[in-house]
Each structure stands twice: as C-alpha cells, then as structure tokens.
C-alpha cells in the first residue's frame, strides 16, 4: 500500500489512483484510534463538499468510526470546511473530518482534520495521526457499525443561523448592493442561495467537474464573474469562494480584483476604526508589509508565522487576536472561528460597505491612506528538482547579493528567503515541499517594479 503523508493542509490524491475507499479507510482507522486515545467519549462530525464521491467517502468515514464505537455527526448534505469547524464548535464535538480537496483540480479529492476548537488540528496532533496509519485497510462491513453511533447533523442550518446571529442581514437587503457571488460550483453554493436569494449567483449547481477549471478564487479563473460585473454596470462588489469555500477573492463595482492583502489591510482598518475591536494580528510569511503599517497606526501587536494556516490558528487559538490571515485568500476574523471562511469574510465587507454606504473602492483607498499603496506580484517556477535544490542551496549559502538592478539589504528566513531591498520592496522565495516548484513573490511600489524583480529573479534562477 502507498504511504499517506498529510501536506499543508489535509491529505490529498487523485480519485481513483491513491484517493481510493481502502486507503480513506486507513486514514480513518488512524483518527480513530487517535481519537479513543485522547478523549474518554469521542464525537466526530464529518462533512463532504462538491467533489466526486464525497458522499461515499464521507460515509466511509462515519463506517470506521461507527465501529469503534465513536459517535458520529454526519451531514445531510454538502458542507463547506467552515460549516463542518462550525458544527464541531456547535455539537461539542472532538474533531472534524471534511472530505474535500479545497480548490485542487476535480481529479482530487481529500480529507481535512479540524481540531475541537473549530480550525485546522495543530500539526503535532497531525503527525501522530500519520504515524499510526495501518499499511492496510481493516475489512469494515456497513451492518457491524452500530446505526444509533451515526446520526444526521444539518451543517448548513446551522451555519446559516450562526450568519443571522452575527451579521444585519436586514440592513445589507437595504443597503441596496447589488451582490454577484461566484461558487465555483463549490460548497458555498446552498449557503448564499439560502441567505440571498436576490443576488446574482454564478456556477452555484452541482458540477463535480468545476466546468474544467480548479476551483481557486484567482483572477485568472474567475473570467466569468470578472465579465459579468464589467457588463453588468448595476453590480456593486463580486464575491467569489473556492471548493470548500474556506478562501475568498472579491471584485469591485469596476471589475477589478481586491487580494488578500487589500482584504486583510480594509479588515483590521473596519475592525479597529469602526467595531472597536482589538487583539493580535497574526499573517503569514508572504503577506504584504503594510500589515505592520496598519498595526502600528492602531498599535496592534503582530506576529508573522510560517505559511499554512494551522500555524496562524495554533496564535489564535492561545491569544486574543483580531485577524489571522495568509496571501491565498485564507482569512479568519475575531467573533466566528479560528478557521478561514470566504462567505465570512465577503459578509464582513459587504456589512462594513452597507454601514458606511461607501463603495469597495471608498473602503480600499481608505486603507491605503494608511499604508501607502503598493503592488504584489507571485510566479511559481516549475523546474527540475535538481535546479530547486540548487536554489535553496545558494540561499541558505547566502549567495544572493542581488536580483539584476535589486541590491539585497536583508535576509528573512521564517518560511523560505524574504530578500529586501528596501522596506517596501522585496522578493520572497519559497519551495514546494511537495513538487520541482519554486513559489516566488514580490512588493514593490508599482506593477511594474514588482514584475521586474520577479523576471530578474526568474533569469538568475534558470542559471543554475
């Protein structure tokens, strides 16, 4: 049998080749003698999205941990990564299973853990589960798990309800904006339809296809909605989630994308100016450096952490923190869970324009009358393992003095190399842990600056 390794977050293969019924079950059978292990009454709650065979092998799951004689919520129907860390919180459980592959290609599927506390489990409790995964499956039959150990649980009911306790509804069905949301023919999709049945909603059917395209928030796969609201004139703000729904990407009245890093900057501002909250910011390695601008114009503490969200919710689970946030898209906020939540976040900025009555593009520049502007830019390199190698070798020999024209000034190493030539301009480099990749990212006052760096940092690189 083939070793399962979990990545950044969860396990992950293709349908049909390692992402099989067999192999589901082994990495269940290790999360449930974890379980049993670590809790004197184990409750699970296990949810699927969109994917193909996400019902079966959520029911797979549910199977093994009927067996052991583990009390199991299983959903009625699909479930985005938030609604399941929600229904943890909710029912009291232990832990959290989501079948999903979040915005991966349709060929994969995947299998999440989400800790007691409603977010990612923390890595060392991860690696336990790794460690004790059998090299073969135990032969479970469906009659043998006891049926009062497996009961139906309503995810999104109890979702959408944790919504309108949280959020004035009311007040953004007055506001008047005009609300286009883009599922992705992801998990979401019930959701919004079911809290906005007057928004303009995209790829919001069952296609466990994605029609063709991974389902990732980014501006190159969201051509559609970008077109809709530059045709569309009347729309206001384009909220879009990926597969599972736990990563947003947003668009204003113009078309135009909003990143992450303009999420998060308009985030602290409306959370500090405006609700009068507090507490640490915590973002990963790649994350803009404005963040430490808008945290020292509110004198908020911020930590920056490894890339991978369960190092962000590992802070927000120990500290009082305002906003835990990565580049990807991946953002929670103080008063729902330490887990990322695209329809969350989207309400939060949807709420903040209907109680100020300004736009997207009000909100942005005000944010950035704080900051200053800038402009960030990623490229991910696909070469040989052996340049990769290469590359990480002169890093951390410290061979970079300069990228072309861009002198090194100094040298950050929480995750991969933040080379800076400036305070505000630099070049991160950081490899993939799983494939030939390099990830390389940079910020700089201008596109054009931005894009330069990484073209020069691609020609040094290929020298190799």
């Not at 009245?253 to 915590?282: E, P, R, W």
């Not at 976040?345 to 736009?359: D, P, V």
Request: proline content about 3%; hydrophobic content about 40%; charged content about 25%.
């Amino acid at each position: 049998m083939s070793s399962i390794k979990f990545g950044t977050d969860g396990w992950r293969a293709i349908i049909a080749d390692e992402y099989t019924v067999e192999n589901v079950t082994r990495v269940s059978e290790a999360t449930a003698l974890w379980l049993k292990k670590n809790f004197k009454k184990p409750v699970a709650v296990v949810g699927h999205d969109c994917r193909f065979g996400g019902k079966l092998f959520a029911e797979t799951v549910a199977m093994v941990f009927a067996n052991h004689g583990i009390k199991t919520l299983l959903s009625t129907g699909i479930s985005s990564t938030p609604m399941v860390s929600l229904g943890v919180v909710k029912s009291k459980a232990s832990i959290g299973v989501v079948i999903t592959a979040s915005h991966n290609p349709p060929d994969y599927n995947g299998f999440k853990l989400k800790g007691e506390y409603g977010g990612p489990l923390l890595e060392k409790y991860v690696k336990e589960i790794e460690a004790i995964i059998p090299d073969k499956a135990k032969s479970y039959q469906s009659a043998k798990a006891d049926s009062k150990l497996i009961e139906p649980i309503d995810l999104e009911g109890i979702y959408c309800k944790h919504v309108e306790d949280n959020f004035d509804i009311k007040l953004i069905k007055k506001s008047g904006i005009n609300i286009v949301y883009d599922s992705m023919y992801g998990a979401g999709q019930n959701v919004m339809k079911r809290l906005f049945p007057d928004a303009t909603l995209l790829h919001c059917i069952h296609n466990p296809g994605f029609g063709g395209t991974a389902p990732e928030p980014i501006d190159r796969n969201l051509g559609e909605l970008r077109a809709f609201i530059k045709k569309n004139k009347a729309s206001d703000v384009g909220l879009a989630t990926d597969g599972d729904a736990d990563r947003i990407g947003l668009y204003n009245a113009k078309g135009d994308f909003v990143d992450s890093h303009l999420i998060i900057l308009i985030l602290i501002n409306y959370l500090t100016q405006y609700k009068k909250m507090g507490g640490k910011v915590c973002v990963a390695f790649s994350v803009t450096e404005k963040v430490k601008k808008m945290c020292a114009h509110y004198n908020l503490p911020l930590q920056v952490v490894k890339v991978g969200f369960k190092y962000v919710c590992d802070v927000m689970i120990s500290e009082d923190t305002l906003l835990g946030g990565e580049e990807s898209g991946g953002i929670a906020i103080k008063g729902h869970i330490p887990e990322r939540d695209g329809i969350w976040i989207g309400l939060t900025i949807i709420e903040y324009m209907a109680r100020t009555g300004k736009t997207l593009d009000e909100l942005v520049k005000e944010a950035l009358k704080i900051t200053g502007k800038f402009a960030y830019r990623r490229i991910d390199l696909h070469l040989t393992e052996k340049i990769k190698q290469e590359v990480l070798k002169n890093c951390n020999q410290n061979k970079y003095k300069a990228f072309g024209k861009y002198t090194v000034k100094r040298v950050e190493t929480i995750d991969g190399f933040k080379f800076f030539f400036n305070d505000d301009t630099w070049l991160m480099i950081r490899a993939s842990g799983t494939e030939p990749v390099l990830r390389t990212y940079s910020e700089a006052p201008t596109t054009a600056i931005a894009e330069d760096i990484l073209a020069e940092a691609g020609k040094l690189i290929m020298k190799n």
